[in-house]
């Protein structure tokens, strides 16, 4: 397998696309960061079915080739899109992973439809305070929301600047490039995911989940320290920390990446 096989379902707002591994494995869905899509987990999908895992990649509502929700959406109707994927593939029951906002619409679906979920991993979960959620909104606003498209094309420039700011130094100007058109290929507007994320509050949810979960992150993540505090909430939970890295732990770092989630999934 060189990478996932692509497939199409219905959803609550139209046609849900998503990359499945495939095999006898159990599965495990993917939901992946804002605002770029399912090709988060490239690197890691043939390490995954390496390891015996079905890695089952959604690309969230308005982003990839997923149709766009009609409205602003939330992160709760975020996670009605994963259920209509399992009973496409006839699967009852599911392993999740999310980074980042994936990680709270993951959180969503184990608190939504606790009988499809198994064991839930949030790669960088997000308990931000009151001034940190009015920071980020604040970003949202001025360069997500407001964004302008210019007849010079000087916009991409500067969205690829703006995202090389957030990549590790050694990171390959290919992989940001792709990012950046990630960013732009979604059917709806590419703010819609930060939004929710930021409208959002992991400080309450946390607290109510009853799954085996583990947190994962990586020390030069823009959220290590948030997800200290998580753990701090749900000292229960499994916690797993890489070294080095940034906001792009799976191309960086696929292969202890993978060890690390398969080591829980196995555990």
């Not at 997500?144 to 991409?156: A, I, P, R």
């Amino acid at each position: 397998m060189t990478r996932p096989r692509r497939g199409y379902t219905d959803g609550p707002f139209g046609q849900i696309h998503f990359q499945d591994t495939g095999g006898d494995g159990f599965p495990l869905i993917l939901c992946h960061q804002a605002p770029i899509t399912s090709r988060q987990y490239d690197t890691v999908y043939p390490l995954l079915a390496a390891e015996g895992i079905r890695a089952i990649g959604i690309d969230t509502p308005g982003f990839g080739l997923s149709d766009e929700p009609d409205h602003v959406p939330t992160v709760e109707e975020y996670a009605t899109a994963i259920p209509p994927v399992l009973d496409h593939l006839a699967i009852t029951q599911t392993d999740i992973l999310g980074h980042h906002t994936g990680g709270l619409i993951a959180t969503e679906v184990a608190l939504q439809f606790p009988d499809r979920v198994r064991n839930l991993i949030i790669n960088g979960p997000s308990p931000f305070t009151p001034e940190e959620i009015v920071e980020w909104n604040g970003f949202v606003e001025k360069f997500e929301k407001n964004f302008e498209h210019k007849k010079d094309g000087t916009h991409l420039s500067k969205l690829f600047a703006r995202r090389w700011e957030w990549a590790d130094e050694d990171t390959d100007p290919a992989l940001v490039t792709r990012y950046v058109v990630e960013q732009l290929q979604g059917y709806g507007p590419f703010w819609y995911g930060h939004n929710a994320a930021f409208s959002y509050d992991h400080n309450v949810t946390l607290p109510k989940i009853n799954h085996r979960t583990m947190i994962l992150i990586n020390t030069g993540d823009i959220i290590y320290e948030h997800a200290k505090k998580a753990h701090e909430i749900r000292p229960d939970f499994e916690f797993c920390e890489l070294k080095g890295g940034g906001i792009d732990i799976t191309d960086q770092m696929p292969k202890e990446w993978v060890d690390a989630v398969a080591n829980f999934l196995k555990g």
